[in-house]
DNA sequence: CCGTGTTGTTTGTTATAACAAACAACAAAA
DNA sequence: TTTTGTTGTTTGTTATAACAAACAACACGG
């Protein structure tokens, strides 16, 4: 029997919590170093503070937040080093990936959603719109990722992604705009187009490189980075 | 002022509790399938299911238990695909580990130590020791990763060895003594001493296909891996 | 014998209160 | 003025109880 009724599923306050927590991290919307209270949080949230717990310590878990002097939750302050060791793994998973994606078939039509991505990303970025960018350039590499077919690989890649979050905001759109001289993402769809995995991995690995020599160039003497000005 | 007082530092109960079960994880003491419901392990550990959720939460978050249904942690049974999976990342991640650790400089006391480990983990699989030789070979390769001075890349390593955990207990002594023909330990040492990185990279690779190669020849039909019988 | 509704048990979820450690502000003594 | 001790507040930790959803066993009616 076949009806229109939906599936009925109550998510948990934790995992609410965690999602939007998850969210504003991504998006970058917590000032670096900034400390999370449970009661805090509890009281944004209207709840008591033992889904909160829970949420702020898979967060923990998962390396997305980190834990201060009495195990408080606080948003990670990267360094210029740390920034250095999320680019060599995140090249070593990411590459993977797209060699991996390179290797296999895929349905034309998949191939044409990513190049509409694309096109797409152009458009935003003359509009200056980094938020709307940020959004389909990161569901176009998740796009690639998730060609390569290996689930744990992709679950892998978005924890590094989440890491990278607080810094992501200090992303402007001139540096975005000045980089596409040389689009390494159409050139790496392109790649695994033709079945080309070692391109494929090149070129998502000069991605990463590029913009993180780019943040990189942002760090203070302390190695600490900071928030571009904008003009 | 100098003294001989050692630092005082109470870890929290759910820290200890996370502890004990990742190390009984880790050692494969956990049947694969097996659902760990709060309530008895709060029991086990004399406490209350408090502290007990915590440590739950923080392993699923990890990926190192599975959710059921309601939410339970049952410890993972891998299939034939999933070790295949975890296989391409470990080589990504370790293989890149590996070879940032022959790019650089280490002490001589370093190479040693590792060399002293080897031979132990010789002696401990001639006497059929196999509880005592995984422990040694875990130390032995997270030695090598650590020299790759990358704590991020450790950690995400750590966390796919303990995603292995419930199926570590497979392995048998049999194979290790025959696998022991061809050692890309002392290989992989060798050529991080003499600061060869691809062939570093290359030894682990092998190690760990070699490894999975043996573990995938357990699965059954339905791509479940198998206890294999002692004889 | 099979399907259905009921009931009791199990188990994760959430709120709350008591607790203890850490921190900050302030006061007292050198 | 600087240091030290005290006190009140903040905040994570833990236990406990009430709750609700899911599951299993059982009884009833076809």
């Known amino acids: 029997m076949t009806t229109s009724l939906k599936r009925i599923e109550r998510e948990p306050l934790w995992d609410l919590a965690h999602a939007q927590l998850r969210d504003a991290l991504l998006a970058g919307r917590f000032e670096p170093g900034t400390v999370l209270t449970l009661r ?33 939750a606080i948003v990670p302050n990267l360094s210029r080093k740390e920034l250095a060791d999320l680019t060599v793994v995140r ?74 979050g607080p810094v992501l905001s200090f992303v402007i759109p001139e540096y975005v705009v000045l980089l596409k001289g040389w689009d390494h993402h159409t050139a790496a769809l392109k790649a695994i187009m033709a079945g080309d995995a070692a391109r494929a991995e090149a070129e998502i690995v000069a991605d990463i490189t590029e913009a993180a020599h780019y943040l990189g160039g942002l760090a203070d003497a302390t190695g600490q980075l900071r928030r571009p000005v904008i003009p």
């Open 40 to 72: 805090f949080l509890a009281e944004q949230f209207g709840t008591s503070i033992t889904p909160v717990r829970d949420a702020v310590t898979r967060l923990v878990a998962q390396g997305v937040l980190q834990q201060g002097p009495r195990n408080s």
């Open 91 to 164: 090249c070593a998973l990411e590459g993977r990936a797209a060699r991996e994606a390179a290797l296999q078939k895929h349905d034309a039509a998949t191939f044409r959603q990513l190049e509409e991505r694309l096109s797409k990303m152009q458009s935003l970025i003359q509009a200056r719109k980094l938020e709307s960018y940020l959004e389909h350039h990161r569901k176009f590499h998740f796009g690639i990722y998730a060609m390569s077919s290996i689930p744990l690989l992709v679950e892998t890649i978005e924890n590094m992604w989440l890491r990278c």
